[in-house]
């Protein structure tokens, strides 16, 4: 009988200590959402992201796909 509560504690003492290593997981998790959330709540930051997605669309933007080509487009400034 005390090998199967010692036991039983046992499992209870691994569950809280996953619990608390989820919750700490979550916690930054939850913490990336809010600023998210923030950052996408701001009428200014919206406005710049429609504002280059529409550029974008109309070729007025350069879309570089390696660091070389960064290199390549600043030098050319």
């Known amino acids: 009988m005390d090998v199967v509560y010692e036991n ?13 290593d989820r919750l700490a997981m979550r916690k930054g998790e939850l913490g990336e959402l809010k600023d998210e959330l923030l950052i996408y709540n ?4 919206m406005k710049s992201i429609k504002t280059g997605l529409k550029e974008a669309e ?18 050319s400034l």
């Open 42 to 45: 701001d009428p200014a930051f």
């Open 58 to 75: 109309e070729g007025a933007v350069v879309k570089c796909e390696d660091m070389e080509e960064v290199k390549n487009l600043f030098e």
């Open 8 to 20: 039983t504690i046992l499992d209870m003492i691994n569950d809280f200590e996953e619990f608390i």
